[in-house]
């Protein structure tokens, strides 16, 4: 049990010291608020499934090619659909969404150390799943127009360092 606790301990603990993940994750929730309907609850949650098919891929050991690009990647679009507002058909955001977690899962994957792979996981789905609903929180706070502009500006902000991420990567 100790193994447990101790692995979700460090797959709850990961995500939260990456900029990369810190940056989807609101963004993830943020679009997800904005879009409302049902995308509040399953864009995340498709958010969470897909990281951990990544994640479970990895952790088998398959290799997957371009996997910090398309982090950095779902970073600047995942900003760009927040700063632009972008109006997405239910389907094509889960499938964005989806795409981008799978990888972002993979890294998680390729990073474990843990003996408890399971405790990991958990962890890791846990954080997001709590990140995505911070982004939520941050959009309903918001609220009027005022608010409005200053949520498209922070995605605005979470595009540009995702561009300048990958300018200091290449």
Do not use: N
């Not at 810190?22 to 904005?34: D, N």
């Not at 088998?60 to 982090?71: C, D, K, N, S």
């Amino acid at each position: 049990m100790q193994e447990f606790v101790s692995s979700f301990a460090a797959g709850f603990a990961h995500p939260l010291h990456g900029a990369d993940h810190l940056l989807a994750m609101m963004a993830v929730g943020v679009w997800g608020a904005m879009a409302g309907s049902r995308a509040i609850r399953v864009w995340p949650m498709a958010f969470v499934a897909t990281m951990l098919a990544g994640f479970a891929t990895a952790a088998a050991g398959f290799a997957v090619p371009l996997v910090e690009p398309a982090i950095w990647s779902s970073v600047v679009v995942l900003g760009l659909m927040v700063a632009l507002a972008m109006k997405a058909p239910f389907g094509w955001g889960a499938a964005i969404i989806g795409l981008f977690a799978f990888f972002h899962g993979h890294a998680h994957g390729t990073e474990v150390a843990s003996a408890s792979l399971t405790g990991y996981a958990s962890g890791l789905a846990v954080a997001t799943g709590a990140l995505h609903a911070a982004g939520i929180g941050l959009c309903r706070a918001a609220g009027g127009s005022g608010g409005a502009v200053a949520l498209r500006a922070m995605g605005a902000v979470v595009a540009l360092g995702g561009i300048l991420a990958m300018v200091a990567l290449t």
